[in-house]
């Protein structure tokens, strides 16, 4: 008997959702997968799924929610793994890499509140909820005189802790929201003139080992070129900017045709320093325009920005 295709997912409701997406798309490209057993889906927690009583930044970073699941492909516990790419760290781990980039879903965040209130109407002092830097430096930046507080667990949890008052607002990513089914308690979709998302939002990328061909060939036709050269400019900009969940980078490409837009932003916690910067060029240059993109900001930054 084949062994099954293993995929290594994390146990949230939106990991798994994005896990069985996976798999439905290399059954519809190879319907031989279909066969029962033919693809395994498997469970892994992550130190960041254990941790939620720190913020990422303090607790040390994107890679708590990849470092189990890249432990399972180098030990060979699992064939590929399933991330949101936000949460994938700039640098992978020798003989790992992202080999397939789904078509990546609506980049932009969505805000709730218990009152209906936008980010703009909120009353002054409201408490907003959120657990990353990101959020709450381009919040404070709009709004200095809300107060913004830690806010960590699965979508689900975020928005029982919302309907139990310990918080008057928080955000979230609309793409995961959407595979999830649960777009109707948004209050607002912030444009991204209001919340730029942060890098590679949307996208799920697929990992595996360098070595593994057949693993590669089965994905080859679940790859969205689009969405390879938009998250290749927003990831080369974190890339030269050695950004992590301590630092607070928003970036967006965009294309039209075989032209790609990029806009990026860095910003101090408190939101009172931004620094932005702006690329278009062709499609094909998009990790060089993300970089060169991410040099202009470092440039202007001052000493020690990046230091918590």
């Known amino acids: 008997m084949t062994e099954p295709l293993r995929i290594g997912t994390r146990g949230s409701p939106l990991a798994l959702a994005q896990a069985h997406e996976t798999r439905d798309r290399l059954i519809a490209a190879h319907p031989h997968l279909a066969a029962p057993g033919a693809i395994e889906i ?7 799924d254990r941790i939620l009583d720190r913020t990422l930044a303090e607790a040390g970073g994107k890679g708590l929610f990849t470092k189990e699941l890249e432990e399972a492909l180098l030990e060979n516990r699992a064939d590929l793994a399933v991330h949101s790419m936000k949460d994938v760290p700039t640098w ?12 990546r879903e609506d980049p932009r965040d969505a805000f709730f509140s218990r009152d209906g209130h936008d980010i703009d ?3 002054t002092g409201s408490v907003v909820g959120t657990a990353g830097l990101r959020r709450q430096a381009q919040i404070l930046e709009r709004r200095p005189d809300l107060t913004v507080v830690p806010f960590r667990g699965n979508v689900q949890t975020r928005l029982a802790k919302l309907d139990a008052g310990e918080v008057d607002a928080t955000l979230l990513a609309l793409a995961g929201l959407r595979r999830l089914g649960l777009t109707e308690r948004i209050t607002a979709v912030l444009e991204t003139g209001v ?3 942060a890098v590679a939002q949307g996208a799920i990328g697929i990992e595996i080992r360098s070595a593994d061909d057949k693993t590669r060939a089965l994905l080859e036709p679940l790859h969205c070129a689009d969405t390879e050269a938009r998250v290749g400019a927003e990831r080369a900009l974190l890339a030269m900017l050695d950004g992590s969940c301590r630092t607070p980078i928003a970036a967006l490409a965009t294309l039209d045709g075989d032209r790609l837009s990029l806009k990026a932003k860095v910003l101090s916690p408190d939101g009172k320093q931004v620094f932005r910067a702006e690329r278009s060029g062709a499609a094909t240059d998009a990790a060089a325009l993300g970089a060169d993109a991410g040099a202009e900001i470092k ?3 001052p000493p020690n920005f990046f230091l918590p």
């Open 42 to 48: 498997v469970v892994f927690k992550t130190t960041g």
């Open 299 to 301: 440039a202007v930054l």
């Open 121 to 123: 109407s909120l009353p």
């Open 195 to 197: 919340m730029l998302p």
């Open 92 to 103: 992978l781990p020798d003989g790992l890499e992202i080999s397939t980039l789904l078509p």
